[in-house]
């Protein structure tokens, strides 16, 4: 009996050690009156014999579960995160079993530890991964979900302040050392980005590479910047604001102890590049679309999408304007005996000449071939007159440079114009005012070109019957 109890003491420590980290009894104050030889959590069983059991739950985490060493019914597989001796976290499984005396009295309880934390630590760097990759998922989707880019751009910078901690992001584009927002988390109505941002921008983004971030301290508060590239080339940068006390941490929201990575600005710096690249494309094949790609000047479509809105416009101010419908003189002759280029080179010259004679608010256009438009925003019939002389003379100038011999020759480059007022009080339509220039047009062409004349006013129409163009 005595061997048979020996090599059943045996068999138990065996298989608690095989079984668990250690085994433990408490009283029924919660104090430890057994640990297995070799202590636990960094302490010897001498240490831990007397001692509280609730000094060893982790009070900080959260979703703790009651303290299983001071169990009134069994107690089985629980996860607790226990605190070992040097302060660090351990995740354990315990079993734990009350005990009883004879009166049925509850006088503690007893069980075993596992400790699960490197697989625990294992699951949440696995939970930490798939979470950052859904925000990313999200940053890409964003930017790729939609052909508003102030949209798309807007809800991009959300995600990246929520996964940066910060109080503020914004998307910046660089062009030729030209900053543009494109989108931010926060409205910025009127806001103006801080000086330092913006030279940190540009200077930084000659020498940054990629994934690159630039801190910088300025007007009571801390600023990152994050260069984005594409092709090599620094495109823009994620800007982000913090306040003045902020510490920098990383992923505040999920991010497990002891896990380290990258800020999340600069994981998805790459995706915001590429997005920056394809919105500034989508920007220029805009430009392009409503550009004549000879001069430079707003084709006949692009201007009059915009002369509809300002047509409208002068009935609201009662304000007068003027449409110039412009035919280049002797045009053929120039192609006929200097070639194509030259003709093409005196193309995009009076475009020059019509921008620099135009004004903020002012429309220049070419409407095909030989043939250019200028809508005057705010001109009478003098003002208009005035601008024509202006711009034949400067074609006349200009068919210097180009034939001087033929200066005065019938068959020199010049301009007829037609002008047509619109007037607020008379809701002509807008296809009737450039017909009455267009007819003013070839009335001097009949009476033998070079020169401009005014068309007669419209019949009159009730403004108060005005329904658009």
């Known amino acids: 009996m005595r061997r048979a109890l020996i090599e059943s003491r045996e068999l138990y420590r065996d298989l608690t050690r095989c079984s668990s980290d250690f085994v433990w009894q408490t009283d029924e104050n919660g104090a430890f009156t057994f640990v297995s030889a070799k202590g636990a959590l960094g302490y010897s069983a ?25 169990a009134r019914e069994q107690v089985e597989n629980a996860e607790v995160v226990l605190r ?12 734990a079993l ?32 798939r979470q950052r990759e859904e925000q990313v998922r999200k940053v890409i989707d964003a930017t790729h979900g939609t052909l508003d880019t102030v949209t798309a751009f807007n809800k991009a910078a ?65 600023h990152q910047l994050c260069f984005t590239f594409y092709a090599g ?49 989508m920007l220029r094949l805009g430009e392009l679309s409503r550009t004549d790609e000879l001069t430079g000047l707003f084709n006949r479509r692009a201007f009059m999408e915009d002369l509809q809105g300002r047509h409208a416009h002068i009935f609201r101010t009662g304000q007068k304007c003027a449409f110039l419908y412009i035919d280049l003189d002797n045009f053929k002759q120039i192609n006929d005996s200097m070639g194509h280029d030259a003709g093409d080179l005196t193309l995009r010259e009076i475009a020059n000449i019509l921008r620099y004679h135009s004004r903020a608010g002012d429309l220049c256009a070419r409407l095909g071939g030989d043939e250019f438009a200028v809508w005057l925003e705010g001109a009478d019939e003098e003002g208009a007159q005035r601008k024509c002389r202006l711009l034949i003379s400067d074609v006349e100038r200009l068919h210097a440079q180009i034939s001087p011999e033929k200066t005065d020759s019938p068959d020199a ?10 007037d607020p009080e008379n809701a002509e339509s807008l296809l009737q005012l450039i017909k009455r220039a267009d007819e003013a047009m070839y009335q001097i062409k009949r ?23």
Request: charged share 15%; net charge negative; hydrophobic share 40%.
């Open 98 to 129: 009350p005990v009883y005396d004879q009166e049925n009295q509850w006088r503690g309880a007893r069980g075993a530890v596992s400790d699960i934390t490197q697989a625990r630590q294992h699951q949440i760097a696995m939970e930490y991964i």
């Open 413 to 422: 480059l010049g301009l007829s114009i037609g002008i047509a007022i619109s």
């Open 46 to 70: 001498n240490a831990l014999n007397g001692r509280s059991s609730a000094g060893l739950m982790d009070a900080g985490s959260s979703g703790q579960a009651s303290n299983p060493f001071t």
């Open 447 to 469: 009476r033998g070109k070079r020169g401009y004349g005014v068309a007669p006013p419209a019949p009159l129409v009730n403004v108060c019957g005005y329904a658009g163009a």
């Open 158 to 222: 959300a995600i990246i302040a929520e996964n940066s901690g910060a109080v503020h992001c914004a998307i910046l584009s660089l062009v030729n050392q030209h900053t543009s927002l494109l989108g931010s988390s926060t409205p910025m109505d009127g806001a103006v980005i801080p000086g330092n941002v913006l030279e940190g921008l540009r200077s930084g983004a000659m020498l940054a590479e990629e994934e690159e971030m630039l801190c910088i301290q300025e007007n009571g508060g801390q």
């Open 84 to 95: 070992h001796a040097n302060g660090e976290t351990r995740y354990c499984l315990v079993q």
């Open 233 to 281: 080339i620094a495109n823009g940068a994620i800007w982000l604001r913090y306040p003045e006390d902020w510490q920098p941490r990383q992923a505040p929201q999920f991010m497990p102890q002891g896990i380290t990575s990258r800020p999340f600005a600069q994981t998805v710096s790459s995706q915001i590049g590429i997005a920056i690249a394809h919105a500034l494309q």
